[in-house]
C-alpha cells in the first residue's frame, strides 16, 4: 500500500471518517482491486488505534467493498469476467428502473444539479483526469439514484454498484474514450429531463454493453497471451 495516502482525523466520528476515506480510494480505483489492507499500516496511516479501523473495515465488508480470506488477511474485492457480467444483469434492471422513476419524480433542481456534474465529467475528460472523473462518476450515480425517492433502490444499487466501480476504474476506464463517456451519461440526463423513461433506461443498457465489451476484449487478451506463451514454450522445447 502507498505510504502516507491517509492522514490524520479529527476525533469525533473517526470510524465513519476512515470508512468514507477508504471506501473513496477504492471506489476511485487508488486502492486497487484484490490489493491487501494491512490493519496495522491503515491505523498508523490515519494516526488513530486500530479499534476504529477495525471499525470502518467491518463496514466496508458488509458495503461488499472489501472481503476477508481466512489466513491470508483483507482484501479490496475483485470480480472475475463472470462475476460482472452477473452483475450487470442485475444492475440492467434495477438502475433502469431507478433512471425510470428518475425521469417520473426528479425535480427541474436535481436534473440542474445532473448537468453540473456532466459539466464536470467533461472538465475531468477534456483534460484525461481519470481519478477525478471516476470520484464526479460515482456523485453523479448517487445523485441520480436520489431522484428515485426509493431508499431501498438506492441501497440495493449502492450495495450492487459501488463495488464493481472501483475494479472499473482500475481495469477498464484507462481504456475508454473518456468524451464520449461522459456523453452517454449526459443522454440519461436528456431523457429524465424530458421525461422519457424508456430512452433513461436505454442509456443506461448502454453502459453496461460498453463495459461487457471492455471484458471480452480482456478476455481475449488474456486468451492471446496465454496462446503466445504457449507456442514460445513449445517452440523452445523443440
Known sequence: MPKAMFQAVPKPLISDHITHEIEKAIVKGVLKP????????????????????????????????????????T?????????L?????????LEGLAVRLAALRATPDEIKALRKLIAQMEKAASSENTI?????????????????????????????????????M?????????????????R??????????EAAEKQIVVLSDDTRKLIAE???DVSAKSKTAARKKQSRRG
Open 85 to 93: 457480467k452477473a452483475i450487470l444483469e442485475v444492475r440492467d434492471r
Open 170 to 186: 482500475a481495469t477498464h476506464l484507462p481504456q475508454v474514450d473518456l468524451s464520449s463517456y461522459t456523453r452517454k451519461h449526459e
Open 75 to 83: 482484501f479490496v474485492v475483485e470480480f472475475s469476467p463472470e462475476e
Open 34 to 73: 484484490g490489493q491487501k489492507l494491512s490493519l496495522e499500516e491503515l491505523a498508523s496511516q490515519f494516526q488513530v488505534s486500530q479499534i476504529p479501523v477495525r471499525e470502518a473495515l467491518n463496514r466496508l465488508a458488509a458495503m461488499g467493498l472489501i472481503v476477508r480470506k481466512p489466513n491470508q488477511g
Open 188 to 197: 440519461i440526463v436528456d431523457a429524465i429531463a424530458k421525461g422519457d423513461a
Open 218 to 220: 480482456g478476455q481475449n
Open 132 to 168: 477525478q472523473l471516476s470520484e464526479v462518476d460515482i456523485i453523479f450515480h448517487r445523485t441520480l439514484w436520489a431522484c428515485t425517492r426509493n431508499p431501498f433502490l438506492e441501497k440495493s444499487l449502492a450495495s450492487l454498484i459501488l463495488p464493481m466501480f472501483g475494479f472499473n
